[in-house]
């Protein structure tokens, strides 16, 4: 079940994976585990998805 402060909006550090101690923002969230994200790669917005487990809210 995703976390309840985990919504659109939110500003997430990945922990795992090629994406590892980047800075996104949480784009919508798919289902129970899987969530879109836009990072800054190269000064452009690209959608990835990752498993909600790779992600933590920065508060």
Partial sequence: MPSPNLAPGAIVEVLSGPF???VA???RISGEERV???LD???QKTQ???NQAQLQ???
């Fill in 20 to 22: 590892s101690h980047f």
């Fill in 25 to 27: 923002t949480v784009e």
């Fill in 36 to 38: 879109w994200v836009l």
């Fill in 41 to 43: 790669i190269l000064s």
């Fill in 48 to 50: 990835v998805e990752l």
């Fill in 57 to 59: 809210i920065m508060r």
